[in-house]
């Protein structure tokens, strides 16, 4: 995923225009000015100011993600007005929390729907009149004790963009294992390319590269997908089972893939390198493709999945892209109801996905058809191998922005892949503690 600032709670907005008639002298004062009086006829039909209710909604991505569903707000509601805002995804889950907890913050918020906010009651229940909407493989990480706190959107995926000229340039076959993307890399090196762009400055960034290798090589696996359950109950630790996958990752290392220079790279820089064709490569998923159109409209591009050193089809790291959940303390929850009940339509789930294509909804009834551009990762979706593992970690959930600055520690060579998974054990230990 691409994305610091602090919001202040925005009053309701509330539009009074006010029509003065005009005397044969051409003049008025404030006493003798009067709303107009409309008239309806069969002839004619004076339009009627609309009082719009103004309702904030946030989330962690770029007004561009979201522009299609903001304007079929604006077409669709026009007794709503929606204003959309965009805080950095370093910063998204600190900001919200420190406006719930002061009885403030957006009307409809994304993400941050977790046990812990829920039974703090920030968030309202929403399971009379959506939970029959939606699958529950989508709403599973959003509901507590059988009640729905969420509405999960399309889901997100990420695997790894390639440059499909500069593959067919150097006679590059997509790679299906670890070594066989070192084999790649290592060509690429040699011709002067970057093998991979990458915005390691962002934890999460870092941490998602990981994610994608230990899908791959254990947390997709029966064995793997019940200690990822267990580990948000507390009853197992990282140290214990993902040590091996996050000793293998240091291979991008030592492959020169990824580099101390990379941690003070953003991901719009890398953007820029992938798009330039300076690198040939970039994880990341349907959010970024309107931006590699813009900065570089005749770029062929494809994708494959994740990797590990198995083989097989592979893995996207991925769930639903965002869970929107509804202010308790929402003073307009009627019109933010309407934006709700707009979004789980199937014209409100295709005004989502037309800004996050590659992705499947949620809601019953609905499916999107692939673009083009994820031919090469088809294998991966027909095995049902998309899976975003943080989403079962319950209230552990913010130890994986430790995880991805202890992998930023190893990049920076003052840490082992054993020192950073006992600090997030820590973390998480504590996290889980707190909790109750």
């Known amino acids: ?74 077409d669709k509601l026009p007794d709503v007005d929606v204003e959309y805002q965009f805080i950095d995804n370093k910063t998204y889950t600190d900001v919200i929390k420190t406006q719930l907890a ?68 150097y006679n590059l076959k997509i790679p299906k294992t670890l070594d066989e993307y070192f084999q790649v890399a290592d060509v690429l090196k040699k011709n002067g390319i970057k093998p991979q762009a990458i915005g390691l400055k962002n934890p999460n960034v870092a941490g998602q590269s990981f994610l994608g290798l230990a899908l791959n090589d254990f947390i997709g696996t029966t064995e793997g997908k019940k200690w990822n359950d267990d580990f948000g109950k507390g009853t197992t630790k990282m140290v214990d089972a993902l040590e091996p996958a996050l000793t293998t990752w240091t291979e991008y290392l030592k492959h020169g893939v990824f580099t101390k220079d990379m941690l003070g790279l953003e991901e719009e820089q890398a953007i820029d390198e992938f798009t330039s064709g300076k690198a040939a490569m970039f994880q990341a998923g349907p959010w970024y493709m309107e931006t590699f159109k813009q900065k570089a409209p005749n770029m062929k591009i494809d994708m494959f999945p994740n990797l590990g050193t198995k083989g097989g089809p592979g893995w996207m790291v991925g769930g639903p892209g965002v869970s929107f959940g509804l202010n308790a303390k929402s ?27 590659g992705g499947s909804s949620f809601l019953k009834g609905v499916t999107f058809e692939m673009p083009a551009e994820y031919n090469g990762a088809q294998e991966a979706f027909k095995a049902g191998n998309v899976m975003y593992p943080v989403n079962n970690w319950g209230v552990a959930y913010a130890a994986f922005t430790d995880l991805g600055k202890g992998i930023q520690e190893i990049i920076a060579g003052t840490k082992t892949p054993h020192q950073v998974l006992e600090a997030v054990d820590k973390k998480a230990a504590e996290l889980l503690e707190k909790s109750k």
Do not use: H
Request: net charge positive.
């Open 331 to 357: 003073k307009v929850k009627d019109a933010a109801y309407k934006v709700l009940d707009l979004l789980s339509t199937p014209e409100g789930q295709n005004a989502y996905w037309a800004d996050n294509k």
């Open 102 to 169: 002061a009885g403030e913050g957006p009307d409809i918020i994304g993400g941050v729907v977790d046990a812990k906010t829920v039974k703090t009651g920030y968030f309202e229940d929403l399971t009379e009149r959506y939970a029959s909407k939606y699958y529950n493989t989508g709403t599973s990480t959003v509901t507590f004790d059988n009640k729905l706190y969420g509405l999960p959107q399309a889901s997100w995926f990420n695997g790894v963009y390639y440059n499909v000229d500069l593959f067919t340039k």
């Open 1 to 74: 995923m691409k994305r610091k600032w602090s919001v202040s709670a925005t009053a309701i907005l509330t539009l009074s225009i006010l029509f003065t008639g005009c005397s044969k002298d051409n003049s008025s004062t404030k006493e003798n000015v009067t709303p107009k009086v409309t008239t309806q006829t069969k002839e004619t039909k004076d339009q009627v100011p609309v009082k719009k209710v103004k309702v904030r909604l946030s989330y962690w991505n770029k007004e561009d993600s979201v522009k299609t569903l903001l304007q079929l707000f604006k």
